[in-house]
């Protein structure tokens, strides 16, 4: 059974910066670095929303518009490690954030990032 782990939440001023981190286990059949990636998040204004993907070989991303230019998805195969560097964090950016291959249908458990002053 595949696990994804987030971690890397925090407070943090607006304009400040976090990197969120989730590291996979559990793969049996095959590894992490066969699997497109992505980071969720759920807040109270828009519900549960993909914000970013990742594809298998990390040559190519997505972004939804309203993180464009402020966070990037990368990830390190040899680690089981996917990212989320989020820089210039705004209030309307707070929620809790998600680790998620749609591939297997497994989410972590979450981690919360609260931007507030």
């Keep these: 059974e595949v696990h994804l782990v987030e971690s890397g939440g925090g407070l943090v001023q607006p304009g400040g910066s976090l990197r969120l981190s989730c590291t996979a286990s559990g793969f049996t059949f095959s590894n992490f670095k066969n699997y497109d990636m992505n ?47 989020m820089n210039d964090l705004k209030e309307e950016d707070t929620g809790k954030y998600y680790c998620v291959t749609y591939t297997l249908s497994t989410r972590g458990q979450g981690t919360q990032v609260t931007v507030s002053s």
């Design 39 to 85: 980071w969720e998040r759920q807040t109270p204004g828009k519900g549960l929303e993909r914000i970013a993907w990742i594809n298998v070989g990390g040559t190519s991303t997505y972004y939804v518009d309203s993180v464009k230019g402020r966070f990037t998805i990368s990830r390190v195969d040899a680690k089981n490690t996917l990212y989320l560097q």
